[in-house]
């Protein structure tokens, strides 16, 4: 498509419940990176793929989170047993390369809005 | 490790005034640096980078930044501002050696005030 593609836009939950958030990156994008926004902390890293790489899982902030990326394309997100302070917008990326490249030039998606009741 | 500092949370500035957004990064080398803009509801998008060469980078929008190695900073400036600029701003710096993600700043948002 013509940019990375995120679905739902919105997603309200019950704590304890798991949800799945989608990413569709830009044709052709090797690269893809999930990010989670909170109010007031900026972008936080989560898990970088790169091809058929093993992903880069250092951001993930507890064993509750987990994500796959099938095909070198499509991603999903998956958070287990939700908690209140998973609420947050959750931002998909893509890039052309991710290694040893000559910039970062990341394209987001418009993010996922987490809220977790 | 890198880091992005914005030492702004908010600032206001009135239509047609000039703007500059502070950014300073913590990195043992030059880095990749970016800065990206969030509309209400948006993603990011990206304005402007600095990769090499000029540190005076030009952007997209009107948007200007510069690249001061001595003082580590990257701030963004526009010379007038319009009501549209008002957004939340974030610096971003990437690592040249290796693969790495890019580290945000915690972002500036702008608001124009008419």
């Known amino acids: 498509g013509a940019g990375v593609s995120q679905s739902p836009s919105n997603k309200v939950t019950e704590k304890g419940k798991d949800v799945e958030l989608r990413c569709d990156p830009i044709s052709g994008h090797t690269a893809l990176y999930w990010y989670r926004q909170s109010l007031g902390q900026g972008l936080e890293f989560l898990i970088y793929f790169q091809g058929n790489s093993a992903p880069d899982k250092s951001g993930l902030p507890s064993d509750r989170f987990s994500a796959e990326r099938t095909g070198g394309s499509v991603s999903t997100l998956t958070i287990q047993r939700t908690q209140q302070e998973d609420s947050a917008v959750y931002l998909c990326?893509?890039?052309?390369?991710?290694?040893?490249?000559?910039?970062?030039?990341?394209?987001f998606g418009a993010g996922t809005r987490l809220s977790v009741l | 490790a890198q880091s992005v500092t914005q030492p702004d949370i908010h600032i206001t500035v009135s239509e047609g005034a000039s703007l500059e957004l502070r950014c300073n990064y913590s990195y043992g080398a030059t880095p990749y640096l970016f800065w990206y803009v969030q509309s209400p509801g948006q993603g990011l998008q990206l304005l402007l980078k600095?990769?090499?060469?000029?540190?005076l980078v030009q952007g997209i929008k009107g948007f200007e930044a510069e690249f001061k190695r001595s003082q580590s900073s990257f701030n963004l400036r526009k010379p007038s501002v319009h009501w549209s600029d008002a957004a939340e701003y974030f610096c971003?710096?990437?690592?040249?050696?290796?693969?790495?993600?890019?580290?945000f700043g915690k972002g500036t948002m702008l608001l124009v005030s008419p």
């Open positions: 971003a710096v990437g690592a040249r050696s290796g693969y790495s993600t890019l580290t």
């Open positions: 990326a893509s890039s052309l390369e991710g290694v040893f490249i000559q910039g970062l030039t990341l394209y």
């Open positions: 600095y990769f090499s060469g000029d540190t």
